[in-house]
């Protein structure tokens, strides 16, 4: 979750959609810059280690358990 939205939203977003990964907070988009997002709704996934797996742009669920597999 970025800058772009509140700490308040990405709470509510974590407890409404019921994740069970951790999101990391950045209001100051530093981090997005380090991964090389650009824009919203860019999905980076990691494995356990921390080892970056993919990123690509749009939320894709079915492609985020690929990518964990």
Same mark, same amino acid.
């Given at each position: 979750?970025?800058?772009?939205?509140?700490?308040?939203?990405?709470?509510?977003?974590?407890?409404?959609?019921?994740?069970?990964?951790?999101?990391?907070? $950045?209001?100051? &988009?530093?981090?997005?810059?380090?991964? +090389?997002?650009?824009?919203?709704?860019?999905?980076?996934?990691?494995? &356990?280690?921390?080892?970056?797996?993919?990123?690509? &742009?749009?939320?894709? +669920?079915?492609?985020?358990? $690929?990518?964990?597999?």
């Amino acid at each position: 979750m970025g800058g772009l939205d509140s700490l308040d939203y990405a709470e509510e977003f974590q407890s409404s959609t019921g994740v069970t990964f951790e999101l990391y907070w $950045d209001e100051t &988009r530093d981090t997005w810059s380090e991964l +090389g997002v650009g824009s919203q709704h860019t999905v980076v996934v990691f494995d &356990r280690t921390g080892k970056q797996l993919n990123t690509w &742009r749009g939320f894709d +669920g079915q492609r985020i358990l $690929d990518a964990l597999n």
